[in-house]
């Protein structure tokens, strides 16, 4: 199983400029992705975000929610629970870590303890500094 953030998911959902190698590190892989609680609500802001910055139509990211429940009932995606005071316990011990050593966001900072509470070892991104991040803390990162 791998874990992947928003950056990978819009790619995967709404064409832009990384859907190409999104789709083909996907069809490469045949693993299924983890989706939390976490990654859903982030999605579908993200989503929503680019509707209101006029980067996507309503209608693009209605046909995106209904591809995400079909991923999900495809097991595509496979929904998995966080333990809350775990992931943030992790996330606290990364901050501790890393935190006075480079400028890491709160977002990135859960995504990461996200996959090292799942045990992913896999983490796929396209931002450029949360791959930084991931791969201090012993993630591979992809694609």
Same mark, same amino acid.
């Not at 953030?5 to 819009?10: G, N, T």
């Given at each position: ?10 790619s ?22 983890? $989706? ?29 929610? $209904? ?13 998995k629970?966080?333990?809350? %005071? ?32 799942? %045990?992913? %070892? ?22």
């Amino acid at each position: 199983m791998l874990y992947a953030d928003s950056s990978f998911f819009v790619s995967l959902y709404l064409s832009d400029s990384n859907t190409v190698t999104t789709n083909a590190f996907l069809a490469k892989a045949q693993t299924p992705l983890a $989706f939390t609680s976490f990654n859903r609500v982030e999605l579908r802001n993200a989503l929503r975000n680019m509707v209101a910055r006029k980067e996507a139509t309503s209608a693009a990211v209605a046909k995106a929610f $209904f591809l995400i429940e079909g991923d999900l009932n495809d097991d595509l995606l496979v929904e998995k629970k966080l333990d809350l %005071g775990k992931l943030l316990k992790v996330a606290d011990q990364l901050s501790s870590r890393y935190g006075e050593k480079h400028v890491i966001r709160c977002v990135d900072l859960l995504h990461v303890a996200s996959a090292h509470v799942l %045990g992913t %070892g896999v983490f796929l991104t396209f931002d450029r500094q949360q791959a930084t991040f991931a791969q201090q803390t012993g993630l591979i990162v992809k694609p």
